[in-house]
């Protein structure tokens, strides 16, 4: 069985690579020009080249920077103010219909209200990030809240519990399969956040280098700063599934 | 039901209200703020000089044009992908490999490639609809009950009508969930688009908005954009309802 799954894994990651060796004929045979579609290995080279040269580490450590920071900001405040939404009914019928009213809202378009109280900065950036991504954590937080099942919170009254008790040793550990796939979306936005505010305030990272790459017309390196955007949302989103996997694993267990 | 939608309205008004009231207090001259009241003025304007409707109009013939595209070559991929597994499996690489690019990342290839307009912008927005409807579409076609597809052997079904006969109809409520998804997908990554780089469209109107210091404009523009995309999940949410009632409410869970 291990076996087999292992040649299919074999045979996939060929025909991926048949896909690359097609894309290398394409650039080789000049069916598009090389100023828009560089083959793969003036892709490699320009990716090899810009971490030799240390400047594509310093342009993913600052995605990477934003990206964190924005996303750590949100679901602190995600859990903190879902929890108190989430806890209260008084909250719930009050605030939680306008929060779902404001959900739908592209968040992108805070971006220009975020330039006209902060300027082109890193703050604006990391506003933007937090602000996107905080939606997905804050309504996982208040859902996981509203649907913790009832005779647990009977136990807490039975037992007196503080409020504050309940949410930390009830409520927040019932919710966190929610909390966590909450959080695990908002890493999507937060990426996604993090190379639009680059382009736009030309803060250091990615974004703005595959922005000056295409204005420069270097299509190497373009694309070099694109595939590492993939790596980028492909590697964090691997590390959310394991902690996830690993934060959860009680919760399996007791099933 | 009455009541609680009242309550609803409760925090909304008292903030609009507060608002209004502290501004008018400071007499605010802002940069990035306006009272209520002037931003409702601000989207009276933009309406009467059709601006903001022309805006609309570009934004959401882009959206609606990479959401369909993107719909057409998703649904495709995850049918075939469900009805094979065999397919399924040789792809899996080649699909994980290119599915975590941010779609926003394509924007300076899409640019160099077919420069400012909506050709760059619809083949962003059409990238970014493909995986959900692809992902959903999938599970969908895998998830049908296998007497259907006993069924259509029994009949020898030629495979188009059997994808068209037995399991577009099967699949079709999870399906319209995936495309639900899209289309709120749709809409944000076409004004992200517009707000980062494209000249075009509702993002192109607030950003100049912000430019040209008009804040109650630009705030005006937040509102409508909004506006825009409540009504777009009311419509989905509404026509998922009446197609398909309580059917596609057990697909919404996966």
Not at chain 2, 88 to 112: C, F, G, K, W, Y
Not at chain 2, 195 to 217: C, T, V
Request: hydrophobic residues 60%.
């Amino acid at each position: 069985m291990n076996r087999a799954a292992l040649l299919w894994r074999m045979a996939s990651f060929a025909i991926a690579a048949g896909f690359v060796a097609l894309w290398q004929l394409i650039a080789n045979l000049n069916l598009v020009s090389p100023v828009f579609l560089p083959g793969p290995d003036r892709a490699w080279t320009a990716l090899v080249r810009g971490f030799s040269s240390g400047d594509l580490w310093s342009k993913l450590a600052g995605t990477l920077e934003h990206m964190a920071y924005g996303w750590l900001a949100a679901s602190i405040a995600g859990i903190a103010i879902g929890a108190i939404i989430g806890s209260s009914r008084m909250m719930r019928t009050y605030v939680a219909p306008s929060l779902e009213f404001l959900r739908p809202l592209p968040v992108s378009a805070i971006i220009p209200v975020a330039i006209a109280m902060l300027g082109l900065t890193q703050a604006m950036a990391l506003f933007v990030i937090a602000f996107g991504a905080i939606w997905p954590i804050m309504l996982a937080t208040i859902h996981g809240f509203a649907a913790v099942e009832p005779r647990l919170y009977e136990v807490a009254r039975s037992l007196q519990m503080s409020r504050l008790a309940v949410i930390f040793k009830i409520a927040l550990p019932s919710a966190s399969p929610d909390i966590l796939a909450g959080m695990r979306l908002s890493l999507t936005v937060a990426l996604i956040l993090s190379v639009v505010c680059e382009i736009l305030a030309g803060l250091d990272g990615l974004g703005h280098w595959v922005l000056l790459s295409a204005r420069a017309f270097r299509s190497a390196d373009l694309f070099a700063g694109v595939i590492l955007l993939g790596v980028t949302g492909y590697v964090t989103s691997v590390a959310m599934s394991l902690a996830e996997h690993r934060l959860l694993a009680w919760q399996a267990a007791q099933r | 039901m009455r009541a609680s939608s009242a309550k609803a309205l409760v925090l909304p008004l008292a903030v609009l209200v507060a608002f209004e009231v502290w501004a008018r207090a400071i007499h605010l001259q802002s940069d990035s703020l306006a009272p209520p009241s002037e931003i409702v003025m601000a989207l009276f304007g933009a309406f009467a000089d059709r601006s903001i409707l022309a805006a609309t109009r570009d934004t959401l013939f882009s959206a609606v044009a990479g959401l369909t595209i993107g719909t057409i070559i998703g649904l495709a991929l995850g049918i075939a992908f469900g009805i094979s597994d065999t397919l399924d499996r040789l792809m899996e690489v080649t699909v994980e490999a290119i599915r975590p690019i941010p779609s926003i990342a394509l924007l300076p290839i899409a640019l160099i490639a077919l420069g400012f307009g909506y050709r760059m912008e619809i083949v962003i927005v059409a990238f970014a609809c493909v995986w959900p409807v692809l992902i959903l579409s999938r599970a969908a076609v895998r998830s049908i009950e296998p007497r259907l597809l006993e069924v259509a052997r029994a009949l020898r079904l030629p495979p188009a009508q059997r994808v068209w006969k037995i399991i577009i109809p099967a699949a079709l409520p999870r399906i319209f969930v995936a495309f639900r998804l899209s289309a709120g997908i749709a809409l944000i990554v076409a004004v992200t688009v517009e707000i980062a780089i494209n000249p075009l469209g509702l993002g192109a109107g607030i950003m100049l908005a912000q430019q040209a210091l008009r804040p109650d404009l630009m705030l005006a523009y937040l509102v409508w954009i909004g506006a825009i995309g409540y009504a777009l999940n009311v419509l989905m949410v509404v026509a998922q309802n009446r197609l398909f009632g309580r059917a596609a409410v057990s697909g919404d869970g996966t």
